[in-house]
């Protein structure tokens, strides 16, 4: 087995976590808050990068004003994406979350534009509005009307939207820092100094949630913490370092096939032609956005924890 294959395919597990990190949330949720889950997944995926930082000896002071700019993007990768995630899929399903958060490259593609000067092709453009429209397609089930917008019933789709576009800025905002610094150890910054701003907005409730988790929750929980936050991004940015990132972006197309499919088995979820239609809008869209990507360009870490 050629050692690109192999790196190929751990980057395809850590796809494999990330698509199923929504049916553990969603199996969490049933025993605890949001703010629980948040918290647990932080201090268990924390706790792993760090381990690795410490194990491969990676570990160096930084500069106050990249941990400034760390502590900027900690806030939004860990309290504010995880909350909209978590709060989200209160109000829908898994597959429909998996299907939005494909809108990640899109959003990278236009952020990129704006802001950092790279190219806005026609088949980027009409990638991008491909993608909205299969978006739009499944957050109203296929059924265009008035009344299938009003909340909630659609408003985990909108946070699930709110989500995709948070990593969006995430990813873009992080091309500078990445520059100065090892992914692996800024991203253990990300997560730390993220991390500790959520920490006395979460402990009441997780005070009060953490006695009465059942088996399922505490697994679900596990889960995302170690495999979704901690392996899942060692992988990830380990492939990154090795092969060229527009064919490791390409990976990431196939996360919401893996979300659709666990949550059919694990949480009984019904798979509508709507959903299906919308979601394969959606991934043409997207394929169109990144497809003329170049090495190290915003195709950068497009898939969702």
């Not at 796809?15 to 199996?27: C, E, N, P, V």
């Not at 997944?41 to 990249?66: C, S």
Request: overall charge positive; charged content about 10%.
């Amino acid at each position: 087995m050629s050692s690109g294959l192999v790196i190929r395919l751990k980057a395809s597990l850590a796809i494999l976590f990330w698509g199923a990190s929504f049916i553990a949330t969603k199996i969490a949720l049933r025993d605890a808050h949001p703010a629980t889950i948040i918290l647990l997944r932080f201090v268990f995926g924390a706790a792993v990068l760090w381990l690795a930082i410490a194990r491969w000896r990676m570990f160096r002071r930084i500069g106050a004003r990249d941990l400034v700019y760390l502590a900027i993007l900690g806030f939004i990768a860990v309290p504010l994406h995880q909350a909209l995630q978590a709060i989200g899929l209160l109000y829908t399903t898994a597959s429909s979350m998996g299907w939005i958060i494909a809108l990640i490259p899109v959003f990278t593609a236009i952020l990129a534009w704006l802001f950092l000067g790279e190219p806005m092709s026609a088949r980027k453009a009409i990638g991008s509005i491909l993608a909205f429209s299969g978006a739009v397609f499944v957050v109203t089930r296929g059924a265009l009307s008035v009344d299938t917008l009003r909340l909630p019933s659609t408003l985990g789709d909108a946070l699930a939207v709110a989500s995709a576009l948070n990593w969006a800025i995430f990813q873009v905002a992080s091309k500078p820092i990445l520059r100065r610094l090892e992914p692996t150890l800024a991203m253990a910054y990300v997560m730390l100094l993220g991390g500790v701003v959520i920490l006395p907005f979460t402990i009441p409730q997780a005070t009060s949630d953490v006695p009465h988790l059942v088996l399922d929750s505490w697994l679900a929980i596990l889960f995302l913490g170690i495999f979704c936050s901690g392996l899942g991004y060692l992988i990830w940015y380990d492939a990154l370092s090795k092969i060229d990132a527009s064919q490791l972006s390409a990976l990431s197309y196939i996360q919401p096939l893996i979300t659709l499919l666990i949550a059919a088995m694990f949480l009984g979820e019904t798979i509508t032609p709507a959903i299906v239609l919308g979601g394969a809008v959606i991934l043409v869209g997207v394929y169109l956005v990144n497809r003329s990507a170049t090495r190290r360009t915003v195709g950068v870490s497009v898939a969702s924890e």
